[in-house]
């Protein structure tokens, strides 16, 4: 009985354990090639070197370029209503491996086929343009603005491969959210066989910020006056302002002092012996201010400033001058050439 009833329950179970493995068979088939394309997709989408490729240069960054971009970004987006990727050259110096970056100017593109092409008759003026004025200042590379490097910036790169042989792309990511470091990113190229082919690959670059004497005013001052509509002022005018009103109040407290002066020698008010000692040694601290050379550098000083004034002024005057007379110029070459249009006639 026991043989038998094994058999018939046996004849009553279902081929779970068939069905499933054949099911998982087939679903296994299926979920591995997904992961093989997404591999491959992943792949075919990486553009970064492995962490084994070391950069070959060090770069500095001025904080001019960074405003410019952001500045850049910013308008287009104002004009467009719309978030859109800009593109922008890089200009400054390189010694041997040391490169530093100190101005930037936008480029004009157009979208063929989703793919971005590089207007290089517009960079071509904008260079000439820029070396009238830096002479010194050689193109490096470019920037724009995104999360991460891409396909298209690979492209992109290899439009401005065709000017400069290595140049470094400068990276802005306009959409981050942490206020800890800046959203910044620079890229060199290099050239890695993968699978067979020869395939351009970007290297992260480190960078250290560098500044100037003018560019440090100028950053202070847009990072204190560029707020949401704040009335703070950069650290130069609030100097400025404090030094205003201390000089203020001791004119005040001057004229006071003067006034009481003036009213004792007019016999208006008794002398206060314990105040003129006071005002006495007030006019002791600053002993320069009686000194013949002290006031014989201030008026020179005065004498320059002032003809310095009128020479801005003077030379404003020429430049109205001078357009006056164009026009001028202009209006009656006009008339005589209409008299002599008229005198064909007749």
Known sequence: KSNDEKMDIDAEQPPTSNVATSSTAAA?????????????????????????????????????????????????????????????????????????IMNSFELKFEVVDENVIINRE???????????????????GWYTTCTNPREQEINVHKQICQINECPIMLLLDPNTRNMNHLPISLYESVIDIVQGDAVMLFVPLTYTLATEEAERIGVDHVARMATNDTDENSAVAEHLMAQHSAIKMLHSRVKV??????????????????????????????????????????????????????????????????????????????????????????
């Open 122 to 140: 517009y960079y071509t003026i904008k260079e000439q343009q820029y070396k009238q004025v830096f002479s010194d200042l050689d193109f490096l």
């Open 257 to 346: 002092v003067l006034a009481y002066m003036r009213a004792v020698e007019d016999g208006t008010l008794k002398s206060n012996q314990e105040i003129l000692r006071g005002a006495y040694s007030l006019s002791q601290r600053l002993p320069i201010l009686q000194n013949p050379s002290f006031r014989e550098e201030f008026y020179t000083q005065s004498n320059d400033v002032g003809l310095i004034t009128y020479l801005g002024a003077l030379t404003k005057v020429c430049n109205d001058m001078n357009q006056l007379v164009n026009k001028f110029n202009i209006l009656y070459d006009r008339q005589g050439m209409g008299r002599r249009m008229r005198g064909l006639f007749f």
């Open 28 to 100: 296994l088939p299926g979920s591995s090639s997904t992961i093989l394309d997404q591999r491959n997709n992943a792949s075919s989408n990486n553009v970064m070197a492995s962490s084994s490729s070391q950069p070959s240069v060090s770069c500095s960054l001025h904080p001019l370029v960074i405003m410019n971009m952001s500045d850049h970004w910013t308008r287009i987006r104002a004009q467009k209503g719309f978030k859109s990727q800009v593109y922008g050259a890089l200009i400054g110096k390189q010694k041997g491996r040391n490169i530093e």
